[in-house]
C-alpha cells in the first residue's frame, strides 16, 4: 500500500469525527484528502466523496434515529428536493461538462480546476456559517409554520451543489432546519446527517453508470470514516460544539484559500 494512500485512511478517520460532532464537514475534509493526498482526480474524487461521506453519515444516523434525534417529516421535506437535483445532477450535468471549458490567454480553464474553485468557494461559505457568531437555542426566534417554498429551493441548491462538488451541504442544512423548519439544535444535527446521507447515497448511483469506480479503495477509505463517526459521536457529548465549530471553520478557510492559491496560481 502506498504511504500517501496509508495517510489518507488516517486523515479519513477526522471525516467522520467531524460528521460525528457536528452533522457536517465531512465531504469539506473528503474531497481535499482524495485529490492532495491520494492523488484522486477532482472529478472522480467528489464521486467518491458522495458515497464515502453518505454511508458514513448512514451510520451516523442509524445511531440518531434509536436516540429520537432525527425529524423523519423534514427529512422527506428537504430531502426530496435535494435528493432529486444532486441525482439529475451527478447524472447528466456533470458528464455534460466538457473536460476543456475555456481559455483565456494562456489560463486554461479545465473541469478539474472549475471543481476544484467551485469547492474552495463552497469551503469559504461554510467557514463563515462555523466562525460567525453562535446563537444559542433560548435567543432563536423561531415560527411554528414551516417555510416550505424557501426549504424547497433551498433543497433544490443544496442538490445542485452536491452533485458539482461532492459536498453534503450539512452546514447549510443544519441552520436551515433550525431557522427555517423550527428544529433544536440537536435534532437539525440528527436530521442533517439522514439528509445528507440520503442525497449522497443517492448522487454517487448517478454517477455509476459515468465512472469506474476503485472499490478497494472506496472501501478502506469508508470503513476509516465509519470508525471515525463513532468516535466523533461519543465526543459529542463531552466537547462544546460552539468553540468546536469555529477552530474548525478557521481550518476550513485556511483550507479553501490553499486551494485557490494551488489552484490559480
Not at 67 to 72: A, C, S
Not at 149 to 164: N, W
Amino acid at each position: 500500500m502506498e504511504i500517501s494512500h496509508s495517510i489518507g485512511y488516517f486523515l479519513a478517520v477526522l471525516v467522520g469525527i467531524s460528521l460525528g460532532l457536528m452533522g457536517s464537514g465531512g465531504s469539506i475534509l473528503t474531497v481535499p484528502i482524495l485529490v492532495y493526498v491520494m492523488g484522486i482526480s477532482p472529478v472522480l474524487a467528489t464521486a467518491y466523496s458522495l458515497f464515502i461521506v453518505g454511508t458514513t453519515a448512514t451510520v451516523g444516523s442509524i445511531r440518531n434515529a434509536f436516540e429520537n434525534n432525527i425529524d423523519f417529516r423534514k427529512v422527506l421535506i428537504f430531502g426530496i428536493p435535494s435528493m432529486t437535483a444532486v441525482f439529475l445532477t451527478r447524472g447528466y450535468l456533470v458528464p455534460f461538462i466538457p473536460e476543456n471549458i475555456a481559455v483565456i490567454g494562456n489560463f486554461e480553464i479545465t473541469k478539474s480546476l472549475a471543481v476544484m474553485v467551485l469547492f474552495a468557494i463552497v469551503m469559504l461559505l461554510s467557514s463563515y456559517t462555523m466562525l460567525r457568531q453562535q446563537t444559542s437555542e433560548s435567543t432563536i426566534v423561531t415560527t411554528n409554520k414551516l417555510n416550505y417554498p424557501l426549504i424547497f429551493l433551498l433543497g433544490l441548491g443544496i442538490g445542485v451543489v452536491a452533485g458539482l462538488v461532492g459536498a453534503g451541504g450539512g452546514f447549510l442544512i443544519v441552520p436551515a432546519l433550525v431557522f427555517l423548519a423550527n428544529t433544536k439544535m440537536k435534532r437539525a444535527i440528527g436530521t442533517s446527517l439522514c439528509i445528507v446521507a440520503l442525497q449522497s447515497l443517492i448522487g454517487f448511483i448517478g454517477d455509476l453508470k459515468n465512472t469506474a469506480i476503485d472499490w478497494q479503495l472506496l472501501g478502506y477509505f469508508t470503513t476509516a470514516s465509519v470508525i471515525g463517526i463513532f468516535i466523533g459521536l461519543a465526543l459529542a457529548k463531552k466537547i462544546p460544539s460552539g468553540k468546536l465549530k469555529k477552530g474548525f471553520g478557521w481550518f476550513v478557510l485556511a483550507m479553501a484559500v490553499y486551494i485557490l492559491v494551488k489552484e490559480l496560481a
